[in-house]
């Protein structure tokens, strides 16, 4: 599995020219406002850019955007419910409460509705959404910006296995050390620049 960027460009700047194999990834870090979240989402092609993202040399306009998206699954900083109903989301629920302990979460929260859940806990509900469907590329927002330091360790431990078993991973952060921990290339995006750190 390769995920390849060739002359990306559009609101998070750019050219962006990066290639990531199974196993692979890449932290990205930089000031508020500097398009981290515009260059995951024209990965995802969820935002408007030219240039070409390729998956195993197969360029995103070979695929249905449904398809690409469950491919170069995107985890935005504030996901997005469309239900009050939270086990809606998840119409593979065994799947689902398979993984709650992993992160901490007691399978009784599918029974509560979005809006009482805490910030954390949609956040890792999302994450466990984004997993479900065994994505070899993880876009990660901010996976982790809501969580306390113990939540933190437990999702990395999550994204390291899925390194391990070959996903590719872009995540955004503004936490320093998590690119080493995560064994993650780390890049700052700056003036519509990546700079290698
Ligand atoms: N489709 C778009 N076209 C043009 N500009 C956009 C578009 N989407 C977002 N922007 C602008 O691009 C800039 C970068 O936004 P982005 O959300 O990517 O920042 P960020 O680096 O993720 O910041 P933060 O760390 O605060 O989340 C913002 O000024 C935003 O208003």
Do not use: C
């Amino acid at each position: 599995m390769r995920l390849r960027t060739q002359a990306l460009k559009g609101a998070a700047g750019g050219p962006f020219d990066f290639a990531l194999g199974a196993g692979d990834a890449m932290a990205i870090t930089g000031p508020s406002g500097a398009g981290k979240s515009v260059l995951l989402r024209m990965i995802a092609d969820l935002d408007p850019h030219e240039g070409t993202v390729a998956l195993d040399g197969v360029e995103r306009a070979a695929f249905t955007a449904p398809d690409w998206r469950r491919r170069v699954a995107y985890l935005a900083a504030e996901p997005g419910w469309w239900h009050d109903d939270t086990a809606a989301h998840f119409p593979d629920r065994a799947r689902a409460v398979a993984l709650m302990p992993d992160l901490a979460l007691d399978a009784a929260l599918l029974a509560q509705p979005v809006h009482r859940l805490s910030t954390g806990e949609r956040m890792r509900l999302a994450l466990i959404r984004t997993l479900l469907n065994d994505p070899p590329v993880l876009l990660l927002d901010e996976p982790t910006g809501a969580l306390d330091p113990q939540a933190t360790r437990l999702v990395e431990a999550i994204l390291s296995a899925r390194l391990r078993a070959g996903a590719a991973l872009v995540i955004v952060t503004h936490d320093m050390d998590q690119a080493a921990r995560l064994g993650a290339r780390h890049y700052h995006l700056q003036a519509g620049t990546l700079t290698p750190q």
